[in-house]
């Protein structure tokens, strides 16, 4: 079955702290991963997508997503957190080629000052 | 603005009335896909459309509905609504660059 799973369902980091969030996937076929951040009341916001090549993505805001095909990982990580990313992220894995994306449920960030 | 309009943004309606969502996609993007955000079900996918055809359908219930026009716009029909439809209703849109979002419509069910 494809699946998205965020084991985090809520985060506190202060901060200027370092930030991981973690995102396993099932899927059948090649994935094609995303990060999408969202602030309250607002739309989804791509952070990152991975489709092929380097396992590494950077995407906007400072963001990076590593992938990892052997623990069907894509976690997201930011060196050093900024009041402002307090928000919803979510991770999602689709097939590309016209396919829908499968979200997680998502992981909620808190940010102490 | 991510070229992805829907409209309206916010919607207020009475229990077992009907409202029709619009989706207009980024330009040249063939395929349009919906979600429901709840606070308990999280995002769902419901439908999609490709070209003006169905193409996949997820957890969409039997009183809604949904199209897509010649011009590629789409429409989401939410019939006979429930307190539990009230839900941020997005749709997105792909094409060769990948999906992108439209900002929702805030459906409230009173």
């Known amino acids: 079955a494809q699946s998205v799973t965020q084991p985090d369902i809520h985060i506190t980091v202060s901060e200027g702290a370092s930030l991981e969030l973690r995102c396993n996937y099932s899927?059948?076929?090649?994935?094609?991963l995303f990060w999408y951040v969202q602030s309250p009341g607002q739309g989804l916001q791509l952070l990152l997508k991975?489709?092929?090549?380097?396992?590494l993505v950077q995407g906007i805001k400072g963001f990076e997503a590593e992938f990892k095909r052997s623990q069907s990982s894509f976690n997201l990580r930011k060196p050093s957190v900024h009041w402002s990313d307090a928000a919803e992220y979510f991770c999602?894995?689709?097939?590309?080629?016209?396919?829908?994306?499968?979200f997680g449920a998502g992981t909620r960030l808190a940010v102490h000052p | 603005d991510s070229g992805v309009t829907q409209t309206p943004k916010h919607l207020i309606t009475a229990t077992g009335q009907r409202v029709t969502l619009r989706c207009s996609p980024r330009?040249?993007?063939?395929?349009v896909y919906w979600y429901q955000q709840s606070l308990d079900q999280g995002l769902q996918f419901l439908i999609q459309?490709?070209?003006?055809?169905?193409?996949a359908k997820g957890n969409i219930l039997e009183r809604f509905s949904a199209q897509q026009f010649p011009d590629l716009h789409s429409e989401l029909n939410l019939s006979s609504l429930e307190l539990g439809d009230s839900a941020l209703y997005f749709c997105?849109?792909?094409?060769?660059?990948?999906?992108?979002f439209g900002s929702g419509t805030r459906l409230t069910v009173v």
């Open positions: 899927y059948g076929a090649t994935p094609y």
């Open positions: 459309y490709y070209n003006g055809e169905e193409r």
């Open positions: 997105a849109s792909e094409g060769g660059k990948g999906y992108t």
């Open positions: 999602a894995v689709g097939g590309g080629g016209y396919n829908k994306l499968i």
């Open positions: 991975y489709f092929s090549g380097d396992t």
């Open positions: 330009s040249g993007d063939l395929s």
